[in-house]
């Protein structure tokens, strides 16, 4: 079974600009859970989509926004970006239910000039 | 006080002896346990769950867990210098239908000295 997939893996982008960031999550499962990192701040939860649902938030601003869409893959975006967004930006797979568990992709390693 | 709180080392262990690692986390309602290990460069990858009080082997792992303690920890056994990483505690606030949020500790850097 395929893992979890991120696209792009790295981004280089300037102050003010937006980016959008993919997950396609493991075949079956229907929760995606994006998660940033940082070397000061470690790994922050960013949101939660469930069957196109916005499930859960974190304590992120309003420049971070998400979406699911009916096969499961998820975007999320980041608008006006600020070097304070360069980091790792993880997306993790779930069934969504249970006490299941988490599987990560590869990462999205995001540079703010 | 931290929600996940770690022991950020490094932790030197010397190869072939038991490694072990501590979490201690802060909100009583969590249900749901988890290591992960995450090689330099890398992203976290899921080497334990669980759930219930006591004790969870698989194979060289070895995870406990004391709700009334609020402790969780993590015991590698023959430790390879492959073992080499950082670990990543997280917590799972409940098991049911909707929460799937993650709470990380900060982790601790394992060094295995050969």
């Known amino acids: 079974k395929a893992g979890v997939t991120q696209t792009p893996r790295y981004l280089i982008k300037t102050r003010g600009q937006q980016v959008t960031l993919s997950c396609s999550p493991i075949s079956g499962h229907r929760s995606v859970s994006w998660y940033q990192q940082t070397p000061g701040q470690g790994l922050q939860f960013l949101f939660e989509?469930?069957?196109?649902?916005?499930?859960n938030k974190g304590n992120f601003p309003g420049r971070f926004s998400g979406r699911q869409f009916s096969n499961s893959r998820s975007e999320m975006n980041v608008s006006t970006l600020e070097l304070g967004d360069s980091a790792l930006y993880l997306c993790?797979?779930?069934?969504?239910?249970?006490?299941?568990?988490?599987?990560f992709g590869p990462g999205t390693r995001l540079t703010v000039l | 006080q931290k929600e996940v709180e770690q022991n950020s080392g490094p932790l030197s262990v010397p190869e072939g002896a038991i490694a072990s690692l501590n979490c201690t986390y802060s909100d009583r309602g969590s249900q749901s346990f988890f290591w992960y290990r995450q090689y330099s460069g890398k992203s976290p990858e899921l080497i334990m769950s669980?759930?219930?009080?006591g004790d969870k082997e698989d194979g060289r792992f070895t995870a406990q867990l004391n709700k009334a303690s609020q402790y969780v920890s993590l015991l590698i056994r023959d430790s390879q210098p492959s073992d080499s990483a950082t670990y990543l505690c997280?917590?799972?606030?409940?098991?049911?239908?909707?929460?799937?949020?993650?709470?990380f500790g900060t982790g601790t850097r394992l060094t295995i000295i050969p």
């Open positions: 997280a917590v799972k606030r409940g098991s049911n239908f909707g929460n799937e949020k993650l709470t």
């Open positions: 993790a797979s779930s069934l969504g239910f249970g006490t299941n568990e988490q599987f």
């Open positions: 669980i759930y219930s009080n």
């Open positions: 989509y469930f069957s196109e649902t916005q499930r």
